[in-house]
């Protein structure tokens, strides 16, 4: 295990953080007061926020599971967040102990974590670098990246409950057109967005809310989100809401509950 980047040392604790809110909705303990306050805050607005939060992270989990099933040896995980077990890599090299797995995120807390909780197999190897989703060429381009990840060869892309923290005028679109580039034939695009087409009112709410806590914020409609995938194949059972991705196991969680999408597309 290696770690690249910035020391952790320039934590903000004055403005909350959606890695450390996000921790709060899974039942962690990485945040300061001010994100457990924010995190309040959303979840009376929302109060299926966990459920959102869960339901990606086990979007996450089944189709990590699904690309080592089909051969996929090499993972980037972009926008990783605060670690909570079991991590991507956990789940790759249970199934393919030889993965090879890069995670990449901006705020320092990550990096704080990142050494004491992402140990590799043996066989396989994790890395961190410290880098922001809005300049995709400080991932692509990171040196230490490119010793783990042969872009030559396939490679499974993540951007889970990311791009909602990338308004349009930072380029989501374009954001995500430049990581794909970068992929060889064969790799795959998992992305997750959460959305509001299901309690548009509610969602606005809570947009309005992330932003008066400092976090910039916008959900997306199925077709605005259905645009990250142009120019690649959709797997089945396409886009869908996060439960609906091929599950383990039945459930009566509703659309309006989970209000994030879900999808993994194939680079041709």
Same mark, same amino acid.
């Given at each position: 295990?290696?770690?690249?980047?910035?020391?952790?040392?320039?934590?903000?604790?004055?403005?909350?953080?959606?890695?450390?809110?996000?921790?709060?909705? @899974? +039942?962690?303990?990485?945040?300061? &007061? !001010?994100?457990?306050?924010?995190?309040?805050? /959303? =979840?009376? #607005? *929302?109060?299926?926020?966990?459920?959102?939060?869960?339901?990606?992270?086990?979007?996450?989990?089944?189709?990590?599971?699904?690309?080592?099933?089909?051969?996929?040896?090499?993972?980037?995980?972009?926008?990783?967040?605060?670690?909570?077990e079991p991590n991507l890599h956990q789940v790759a090299q249970k199934i393919a102990p030889d993965a090879r797995v890069v995670y990449a995120d901006i705020d320092p807390i990550v990096l704080r974590?990142?050494?004491?909780?992402?140990?590799?197999?043996?066989?396989?190897?994790?890395?961190?670098?410290?880098?922001?989703?809005?300049?995709?060429?400080?991932? @692509? +381009?990171?040196?230490?990246?490119? &010793? !783990?990840?042969?872009?030559?060869?396939?490679? /499974? =892309?993540? #951007? *889970?409950?990311?791009?909602?923290?990338?308004?349009?005028?930072?380029?989501?679109?374009?954001?995500?057109?430049?990581?794909?580039?970068?992929?060889?034939?064969?790799?795959?695009?998992?992305?997750?967005?959460?959305?509001?087409?299901?309690?548009?009112?509610?969602?606005?709410?809570?947009?309005?809310?992330?932003?008066?806590?400092?976090?910039r914020a916008q959900v997306r409609t199925k077709p605005q989100v259905l645009r990250f995938f142009d120019g690649l194949e959709l797997m089945e059972p396409g886009l869908v809401v996060g439960h609906?991705?091929?599950?383990?196991?039945?459930?009566?969680?509703?659309?309006?509950?989970?209000?994030?999408?879900?999808?993994?597309?194939?680079?041709?």
């Amino acid at each position: 295990m290696t770690v690249s980047g910035q020391p952790a040392d320039q934590i903000d604790t004055s403005t909350a953080h959606s890695a450390r809110m996000y921790d709060y909705y @899974l +039942g962690g303990k990485t945040q300061y &007061k !001010v994100d457990r306050e924010a995190a309040e805050q /959303a =979840l009376t #607005i *929302n109060p299926h926020m966990r459920t959102v939060a869960q339901a990606n992270r086990a979007f996450m989990h089944r189709s990590t599971r699904w690309f080592a099933e089909t051969g996929i040896r090499q993972f980037l995980d972009i926008g990783t967040g605060i670690p909570t077990e079991p991590n991507l890599h956990q789940v790759a090299q249970k199934i393919a102990p030889d993965a090879r797995v890069v995670y990449a995120d901006i705020d320092p807390i990550v990096l704080r974590w990142a050494e004491a909780l992402m140990n590799s197999t043996a066989e396989g190897r994790t890395d961190y670098v410290q880098a922001d989703v809005r300049d995709p060429q400080s991932i @692509l +381009g990171n040196e230490d990246l490119r &010793k !783990v990840i042969d872009f030559n060869q396939p490679v /499974a =892309l993540s #951007i *889970n409950a990311v791009l909602h923290f990338v308004p349009d005028d930072e380029q989501p679109y374009e954001i995500v057109e430049t990581l794909v580039s970068a992929l060889a034939p064969g790799s795959y695009l998992a992305l997750s967005h959460c959305t509001g087409d299901f309690d548009a009112e509610t969602w606005e709410r809570l947009v309005e809310a992330y932003g008066e806590k400092g976090v910039r914020a916008q959900v997306r409609t199925k077709p605005q989100v259905l645009r990250f995938f142009d120019g690649l194949e959709l797997m089945e059972p396409g886009l869908v809401v996060g439960h609906c991705w091929r599950p383990d196991e039945t459930t009566d969680l509703t659309d309006a509950e989970v209000s994030l999408y879900a999808g993994v597309a194939l680079k041709r």
